[in-house]
C-alpha cells in the first residue's frame, strides 16, 4: 500500500483532549477503509503566518498512513466536511522517517546558539578607526532677502504696477 504523511489544523479554540479525540475519529476511519495509521504527532499550538478562517492559531497534528488511495480519499472528505478542522495537507512519501520529526528534534533549534558570535562586521561601513576622512561642514551663503530697486530681475518675473 502507498506511504503518507498526513498533517492537519484543528481549530484554536477547541482543547487538546478534542484533538486527541478527532485523531481517534480519524484513525479508526482509516482503519475501517483498510489502512493503518503509524506514528502520531501532536505539535502543539502554533501561531499561523497569516490568518485562515478567521483564525490565528492551530492545532497542528501530523500522521504516518500506510493507506489504500480510496481509504486516503474518504479522510480527506471527512475533514473537509468538519468544522473543526481548518486546513490539511497529504502528501504521499516512498517511506516515513524514523525518530521524531523535524518539528519535534528540539536539539537542532537549541544548538544554534547566540546569532550575535556568528555576524562579522558590516561589510558595507569601513570600521571606525579606518575612516580618516571627516566631511567638511556645509557652509551656506545666505541670498539677500531685500533687493534693491534698480537690481535686475531674473526673466519672467516683471513688475506690475
Do not use: C
Amino acid at each position: 500500500m502507498p506511504l503518507y504523511e498526513h498533517v492537519f489544523l484543528a481549530r484554536q479554540d477547541i482543547s487538546a483532549q478534542q484533538v486527541e479525540g478527532l485523531l481517534q475519529t480519524f484513525r479508526s476511519l482509516l482503519e475501517e477503509n483498510g489502512g493503518k495509521v503509524g506514528k502520531t504527532e501532536y505539535w502543539g499550538l502554533k501561531t499561523l503566518a497569516y490568518r485562515i478562517k478567521k483564525n490565528r492559531k492551530a492545532h497542528y497534528t501530523l500522521m504516518d498512513i500506510d493507506a489504500p488511495h480510496e481509504a486516503v480519499a474518504e479522510l480527506e472528505r471527512q475533514m473537509g466536511l468538519s468544522t473543526d478542522i481548518i486546513r490539511f495537507i497529504t502528501i504521499k512519501v516512498d517511506e516515513h522517517e524514523e525518530g521524531p520529526s523535524a518539528m519535534m528534534r528540539r536539539s537542532d533549534r537549541d544548538d544554534r546558539g547566540d546569532r550575535g558570535d556568528r555576524r562579522g562586521p558590516r561589510r558595507d561601513h569601513a570600521p571606525r578607526e579606518a575612516r580618516t576622512e571627516t566631511p567638511e561642514p556645509r557652509t551656506e551663503t545666505p541670498e539677500p532677502e531685500n533687493k534693491a530697486e534698480g537690481e535686475e530681475k531674473p526673466a519672467g518675473e516683471e513688475k506690475s504696477e
